[in-house]
Nanobody, 123 residues
Framework: VQLQASGGGLVQAGGSLRLSCAVS????????IAWFRQAPGKERTFVAR????????IYADSLKGRFTISRDNAKNAVYLQMNDLKPEDTAMYYC?????????????????WGQGTQVTVSS
């Protein structure tokens, strides 16, 4: 199983980025996919999750309205659109595959992880 996160970079505050997660080696249409992030010296935290068919999404409360998760099951890909970025959004962003029926924000529930993509927001 491989999850390849990409799309990170350096952006000014107020800007936007779109992260992508390419997934292979599992039945993509049966897997929920989530994004987490980890800032230097801090714990990994939940960002968003999307159900296998894409009909159910959940977000960290603090990110609602700025971040949008979506998926394209024909391309085995999940996306995270991030708008109005703030310096506090600076972190390594990871995608993870988890159980289809459990809408969870707990990192321990996700079995497969990508390598991460760095997002840096300058003020």
């Amino acid at each position: 199983v491989q999850l390849q996160a990409s799309g990170g970079g350096l952006v000014q505050a107020g800007g936007s980025l779109r992260l992508s997660c390419a997934v292979s080696g599992l039945t993509f249409g049966n897997s929920a996919i989530a994004w987490f992030r980890q800032a230097p010296g801090k714990e990994r935290t939940f960002v968003a999750r999307i159900s296998p068919a894409g009909g159910l999404t959940i977000y960290a409360d603090s990110l609602k309205g700025r971040f949008t998760i979506s998926r394209d099951n024909a391309k085995n890909a999940v996306y995270l659109q991030m708008n109005d970025l703030k310096p506090e959004d600076t972190a390594m962003y990871y995608c993870a595959a988890g159980p289809p029926a459990l809408a969870t924000a707990a990192a321990s529930s996700y079995e497969y992880w990508g390598q991460g993509t760095q997002v840096t927001v300058s003020s």
